[in-house]
């Protein structure tokens, strides 16, 4: 296949350049230093963010970072890896159970062999292993599976499924071998899109030690009633589902229900026999339900570098402050300087720490609920986006809150690497909407609404036309909501009330703030909120971060922001978007391919679907100095703790 | 001799009567006060009650400030002329905001004081009143309630309500009642045997009457007392709450939440953020410990020199 090392390289070639020449700016070059084997490793979580899930098909309720990237993963490794521990944005075979893959046939048919990788109780990692994700992936992500769980513990799902991509645009996928199998798609796909978004979703599973309906039934092949693979009806191109899902007890649904129940189960983990058997480098040996995990290294770990450390630790904290106590104590090997802290930052250096901020590919912001029923049809108005951005203060919230550490976000591409050639001109330019209070005031004012600063402003002319409030928004309506944020940030508090303050003072909008822990956020934000089935109990919901593209590592948005995605909190749809998106991923070759990423991003970037916030590094670390292995940390926010040595 | 006269209660002089000291009768209440405020912590308590109220609710109209819009431009200002505490993390000036927390923090100590009270010695004075059964019953509720710690308690109604200062004081008072209920319940077992209750039952006195008429009012020392303790525990209950971060939201604010924001900027050197409201957190509540103290000496008759 000729277009995939083409598109690759451009990629690595473009991305990994800039992401070069950005770490070598930062000076970080260092002389290798004398290593040794053994120590531990305390990784301070993010504040109120500790890990609560463990199966890697986590459900939007669950799609985090501190869930997969940070916990999940080094445990359970994707069949292809991407990033590396130069920071840069690409595929890494190297770290990968999976060869690269070959597309035949017009780019419908991939190939995927895997190399001879084990799980820690020594059986082999298969292509059994591969269609055990597949079958259950495909179950969970069907139009037709029935509902599962409730809304205290979540069915089964999967955070990157997006109507009619991955695994509905797979007409069938089979084993060829023990080590290969075959995918036949339903249409050609840029090869570029397929592998860094559609593959990259895939985690060979230990069907041999997982594939049960309960922890006493026997183990079987219940996964494969989802095998066989028929159209979904009235899909325009033909998509795909399994004939039998199953249900909550029966089929690939119901295994898949039993394994999201038993990592629902956070108090089991410790003596889980299921969650032993993994792939990665690490195997899970302590878990507390607050959030405490300590792993040690898995002897049977195929891949390469082996752990040298003894254990790797995850310890959890309430709020930044209490875990920069701990930093300042010494006792982290890995922590975070609060952006309020940061004046204690050469302090710090003297006693020991490094620092070295944690950039992300990303971008950060908050949804708007568009399913809310009264409050939607405001926030489905291009104007009153445009109004609200207009009153979020990106440059002052960068320099008096965040310490300088961050930059405007100006649509949904970063702008992270430094140069990254995946943004656009209009992006890497400059606010498209930057602070402007008489901007806010004016959008409003001509659309008929009464302004009153420091008040709360009402819908005075009701209606659709040009200068009218617009559709379902009646006479009298109040610019009025409720924003839900995550708490144990003072940065993001401080935020979150300046823009209070800046709302209502300047244009009369009432935000009324609620804090809760970071789960929470994304469980109110993520929990299937559509037009057909509304939500009703959220109008915004910051859970103090964005989105870094993982597992859609090619940022096309599908994911986040097209119609009916998993992780399309609030379910911003519009028909151009999609449109927009879709072009991305059938685009044959690299001037195509970046021409459609372009117009997605430019027109993000003007309609505004979410709130966009500045980006800021994942977090501003601190680690010991005598800690090698942590000169570049993961661009999607993923750790290497096997590359870990103390000197 | 004037009603205030504070000798009122001291020894005749001469010699001693047959049968021990003498002492000049006056009412119950002049022998209260003049008990009260022999007690120099007690007037400091109470100066320093006085005018914490009138600084969080004086002071506002006499020191203008801005308190419900932010202004991050003018964060973290050091104490000055303009601002003689500096300003907060986004830009508040601090001194206003510590009014404006210092009025949340006593509405709520003193009306999760009330709600306590009133429903602590209902409770515990039909209890103990009725005995049996009933006191079984309501009694070992209260005792299942106690068995749950405060902070949980507090932290778990915390995060069921939306915190407002309504949702504060009630959230307080539900928990904080259940002292007070114990205190009554005690009181009235003592009392529902005394000759005045008997004699009101003989004479076909209702219950209603005998516990509204006699029982309440005779447990009103022990009350008071509780009462005081109650603002001082409620006071220190809204501060726990707002540190957690369960407190009212901005741009409302109170002294707890205040020192929690403080206490995030501790290694920044803002100590203006931290040490005022910490101060006023403390000094109110041993004020009001102060007046509870010497309540408690003179309403105890054992304690009072007659």
Redesign the interface.
């Known amino acids: 296949m000729r277009h995939i090392p083409k598109l690759s390289f451009w990629r690595m070639a473009g991305v990994a350049a800039v992401a070069a020449l950005f770490v070598a700016a930062c000076g970080s070059t260092t002389t290798t230093p004398k290593t040794t084997s053994g120590g531990t490793v305390t990784f301070a979580e993010l504040p109120s963010a500790p890990p609560s899930y463990i199966f890697p098909m986590a459900s939007g309720t669950y799609f985090s970072v501190t869930n997969l990237s940070d916990f999940s993963q080094l445990m359970y490794i994707p069949l292809f890896w991407f990033g590396n521990t130069s920071s840069s944005p690409v595929f890494n075979s190297a770290l990968s159970i999976g060869n690269q893959p070959t597309f035949t046939d017009n780019n419908t048919v991939v190939n995927i062999t895997l190399k001879h990788w084990e799980w820690s109780n020594g059986q082999p990692i298969t292509s059994r292993d591969v269609i055990f994700w597949m079958n259950m992936l495909s179950a969970v992500t069907a139009p037709t599976a029935p509902a599962v769980g409730s809304s205290s513990a979540p069915g089964p799902g999967w955070g990157a499924a997006v109507p009619g991509d991955f695994p509905q645009n797979v007409v069938s996928y089979s084993a060829t071998g023990t080590y290969s199998l075959t995918m036949k798609l339903n249409a050609s796909y840029n090869p570029t899109w397929f592998l860094y978004n559609e593959l990259s979703q895939i985690t060979p599973l230990p069907q041999a030690s997982w594939d049960e309906l309960s922890t006493a039934g026997p183990i079987g092949n219940y996964d494969t009633s989802a095998a066989a693979r028929m159209p979904i009806p009235n899909s325009s191109p033909t998509t795909y589902m399994p004939k039998v899902v199953g249900t909550g007890s029966t089929g690939a649904l119901g295994v898949a229900q039993f394994l999201n129940s038993q990592s629902q189960s956070l108090g089991t983990y410790q003596g889980n026999p299921l969650w032993q058997v993994v792939s990665g480098p690490f195997v899970l040996k302590d878990f507390t339900t607050a959030g405490y995990a300590k792993m040690v290294p898995n002897k049977n770990y195929s891949g390469s570098p082996k752990p040298t450390i003894s254990a790797f630790v995850e310890e959890p904290f309430t ?3 209490a875990e ?1 106590n701990a930093l ?1 104590a010494g006792s982290l090997t890995i922590g975070a300087i ?1 952006a ?2 940061i ?2 930052k050469a302090l710090l250096e003297k006693s020991g720490y490094t620092f070295n901020p944690w950039y992300s590919f990303g971008f950060t912001y908050f949804p708007y609920n568009f399913t809310e029923p009264t409050t939607g049809p405001i926030m489905q108005q291009l104007y009153f986006r445009q109004a609200f951005q207009s009153l979020v ?1 990106q440059d ?2 960068i320099k ?2 965040l310490a300088g550490y961050g930059v405007p976000t100006n649509g949904p591409v970063p702008t992270y690497p430094t140069g990254n050639p995946d943004a656009s001109p209009l992006e890497s330019n400059g606010l498209v909407y930057p602070y402007s209070a008489s901007k806010a005031v004016s959008l409003l004012t001509a659309h008929g609404w009464s302004v009153k600063p ?1 008040g709360l402003t009402t819908c005075t002319k009701p209606g659709t036309a040009a200068d009218e409030c617009g559709k379902n928004i009646a006479s009298g309506a109040q610019l009025s909501f409720r924003l839900l944020y995550a ?2 940030s ?1 940065a993001l508090t ?1 935020e979150m ?2 823009l ?3 709302a ?2 300047v244009a009369g909008i009432k935000l ?4 809760g822990p970071f789960q929470q956020v994304i469980g109110t934000a993520f929990n299937g909120c559509t037009f057909s089935t509304p939500c009703s109990g959220w109008d915004m919901a910051n859970w103090g971060g964005g989105w870094v593209y993982s597992p859609d590592y090619f940022p096309t948005g599908g994911e986040i922001l097209g119609t009916g995605a998993s992780s399309n909190g609030g379910d911003y749809s519009n028909p151009t978007n999609d449109h927009n998106i879709q072009a991305t991923h059938t685009a044959s070759n690299q001037t195509a391919e970046l021409k459609a990423l372009f117009t997605y991003e430019d027109y993000l970037a003007q309609q505004l679907p979410v709130v966009y916030m500045p980006t800021t590094p994942y977090q501003l670390t601190m680690y010991k100095s005598n800690l090698n292995g942590l000169t570049h940390q993961g661009i999607f926010d993923e750790l290497y703790p096997q590359f870990y040595s103390f000197s | 001799m004037s009603a205030a006269d504070p000798t009122a209660n001291l020894p005749l002089a001469g010699a001693l009567p047959e049968g021990g000291e003498g002492y000049r009768s006056g009412s119950m209440w002049r022998l209260i006060l003049a008990v009260f405020f022999e007690n120099r912590l007690a007037i400091v308590g109470l100066g320093i009650i006085v005018f914490m109220v009138l600084f969080s609710y004086v002071g506002p109209l006499i020191y203008r400030t801005q308190q419900v819009f932010n202004n991050p431009n003018i964060a973290h200002l050091g104490p000055s002329l303009a601002h003689p505490l500096g300003t907060d993390q986004v830009g508040y000036d601090n001194l206003g905001r510590l009014m404006l927390g210092g009025q949340s923090s006593l509405e709520v100590g003193f009306a999760a004081a009330i709600i306590a009270v009133l429903v602590g010695v209902i409770w515990g004075a039909v209890s103990g009143l009725a005995g049996g059964i009933v006191d079984t019953i309501m009694m070992r509720i209260v005792d299942a309630m106690l068995a749950v710690p405060f902070l949980v308690a507090l932290i778990l109604l915390g995060a069921i309500f939306t915190t407002s200062t309504l949702e504060l004081i009630v959230v307080i008072g539900l928990v904080a009642w259940l002292v007070p209920a114990r205190l009554v319940r005690g009181e009235t077992l003592s009392l529902r045997v005394r000759e005045y209750v008997q004699a009101v039952r003989v004479m076909g006195g209702s219950t209603r009457r005998v516990l509204f008429r006699h029982i309440i009012p005779n447990t009103v020392g022990v009350i008071v007392v509780n009462a005081t303790f109650q603002v001082a525990d409620a006071i220190i209950a809204v501060a726990t709450l707002s540190f957690l971060g369960i407190g009212v939201p901005p741009p409302a604010t109170n002294w707890g939440g205040e020192l929690s924001n403080g206490l995030s900027y501790i290694y920044a050197g803002y100590w203006w953020l931290i040490y005022p409201a910490g101060l006023a957190i403390v000094l109110t509540v041993v004020a009001f410990n102060f007046v509870g103290d010497a309540l408690r000496d003179a309403l105890e008759v054992r304690l009072q020199r007659r």
């Open positions: 709020t930044d402050t920069f300042k609060p309020q802290d004046t204690q203060n002052q919230y008096d809150f420091g708490q144990g003072v401080n009330e300046a209070q303050s800046t209502e003072q009324t703030l609620s804090t």
